[in-house]
């Protein structure tokens, strides 16, 4: 049998709830504070009378004129309490969401206040609900026990219109966006693992479909001992995301003095090397990644950086060059 709580929690509990209250600032009766903090008035009678002591701050209590009707607020400006961690990933979540998968910031009642915590990637992609709502299907799949295997929809430029994969889970990537990543079916070891851009799958409601497990038998590979975070751990992606064909360089950039000590302790690629030269700049390298993945990476550092190296990557990096 489940214990009920004790009154110190009870207690802990209203004091929570009417601090959190008063310190927003916005006078209220006794009626709603008690309300708000799931307490009688006369306990918030009880607790504003020693709220110095109690809270930290005075309270203010004005009458409503021609009413019996008082109305209490915190006096001066106190210190908010601190946001516990579960309500500041919360918020934290909320807003990668509507970051990732609105193209336009939901517009806000009149009179709302804005969300104290923006959540701003530069150049991270911004995808439909349909997208949202396939990543969805395929994290559910990814989670089936016993493990099942889907039929995947993609759009015929991406390849080959269905494949079968067994689903591991998703990463999302700093510059490739959302991944969606599995195994192919036939697969007989882990490194055969297929990285694929949400944005090449089809958004369909039946993009993602279970498959019979009469028709797919066991996987030939422990799923469980894949793990994403090493299949896609740092900015370029050690293994290839389709399409297949795309165009590789090996990178080879110099940073300028200036940026060259913050520059030292990145890391961009398994593969990647850096000197530091007697006249204070980093010389980086790295490779092989994808062309326009690594021309946009160089150019977000503007003039602090100097593509050296594979000629097709220093014409791509001019193309889209800015100053910040």
């Known amino acids: ?39 009688t008035i006369r306990s918030v009678r009880n607790y504003l009378a020693r709220s110095k002591e109690i809270f930290g701050f005075a309270v203010e209590q004005t009458r409503v004129p021609g009413t019996h009707s008082v109305l209490v607020r915190a006096a001066g400006s106190p210190v908010a309490k601190p946001r516990s961690q579960s309500t500041f ?12 998968f ?15 915590l923006v959540v701003s990637f530069r150049g991270i992609p911004s995808y439909g609900p349909d997208h949202e709502a396939v990543l969805e299907s395929w994290l559910a799949a990814s989670c089936q026990l016993p493990r099942t295997a889907v039929r995947l929809r993609r759009f015929a430029q991406a390849g080959a219109p269905e494949i ?5 889970g998703a990463v999302l990537h700093n510059i490739d966006g959302l991944l969606l990543v599995g195994l192919p079916l036939e697969a007989d070891h882990a490194e055969a693992v297929r990285i694929i851009n949400l944005e090449n799958v089809s958004t369909e409601p039946d993009a993602v479909t279970l498959v019979d ?11 469980n001992a894949i793990e994403l975070s090493e299949i896609v751990d740092l900015p370029f992606c050690a293994r290839s995301v389709e399409p297949d064909d795309r165009t590789e360089v090996h990178v080879h950039v110099r940073f300028e003095a200036g940026v ?11 593969s990647q090397s850096a000197v530091l030269r007697t006249d204070g700049s ?12 690594a021309a946009a990476w160089a150019s977000s ?13 220093r014409k791509a990096v001019k193309k889209r060059s800015f100053s910040p």
């Open 89 to 100: 990933m919360s918020d934290l979540g909320a807003g990668l969401r509507e970051r990732l």
């Open 164 to 168: 079968m994969l067994w689903p591991l």
């Open 102 to 116: 609105h193209a336009e910031p939901a517009k806000r009642a009149r009179g709302d206040r804005a969300a104290p």
């Open 301 to 313: 550092f503007g003039r602090a950086v100097r593509v050296l190296g594979d000629k097709k990557l």
């Open 260 to 270: 060259a000590e913050r520059m030292r302790s990145r890391v961009w690629h398994r």
């Open 282 to 293: 980093l010389d980086v390298k790295f490779g092989p990644v994808d062309l326009n993945a």
């Open 213 to 223: 497990r009469r028709e797919t038998g066991e996987p030939a590979v422990d799923l």
């Open 1 to 39: 049998m489940r214990r009920g709580k004790t009154g110190r929690a009870v207690s802990a509990a209203i004091h929570s709830r009417l601090r959190d209250a008063l310190v927003q600032g916005e006078p209220r009766t006794y009626a709603q504070l008690a309300e708000h903090a799931g307490c």
